[in-house]
């Protein structure tokens, strides 16, 4: 199976890809019977930059949104 564009704009999304790590994404909530819930703002989050070493540079995060999805569409299309 090779690349597919999916697969590519995961990467990009992905915080752990450009070395950082953001945690508390869920939480535990005590009150209701030691449930995980996902935190949509009722904890704050952390972002560790530099956690471990970058696969995507940080520069790749400076190319505006329309411009990646293109560069992206047109390595997937020529199969690299």
Same mark, same amino acid.
């Given at each position: 199976?090779?690349? #597919?564009? @999916? !697969?590519? %704009?995961?990467?990009?999304?992905?915080?752990?890809?450009? &070395?950082?790590v953001?945690?508390?994404? #869920?939480? @535990? !909530?005590? %009150?209701?019977?030691h449930?995980?819930?996902?935190?949509? &703002?009722?904890?704050?989050?952390?972002?560790?930059?530099?956690?471990?070493?970058?696969?995507?540079?940080?520069?790749?995060?400076?190319?505006?949104?329309?411009?990646?999805?293109?560069?992206?569409?047109?390595?997937?299309?020529?199969?690299?």
């Amino acid at each position: 199976r090779g690349w #597919t564009a @999916t !697969d590519v %704009r995961y990467m990009i999304a992905n915080v752990r890809y450009c &070395g950082s790590v953001l945690c508390q994404k #869920t939480y @535990t !909530d005590h %009150r209701n019977g030691h449930k995980q819930k996902v935190n949509k &703002g009722e904890k704050p989050k952390y972002l560790i930059r530099n956690h471990h070493p970058a696969i995507i540079s940080e520069e790749w995060e400076r190319v505006p949104s329309f411009n990646k999805w293109s560069i992206v569409e047109a390595i997937i299309g020529r199969g690299w």
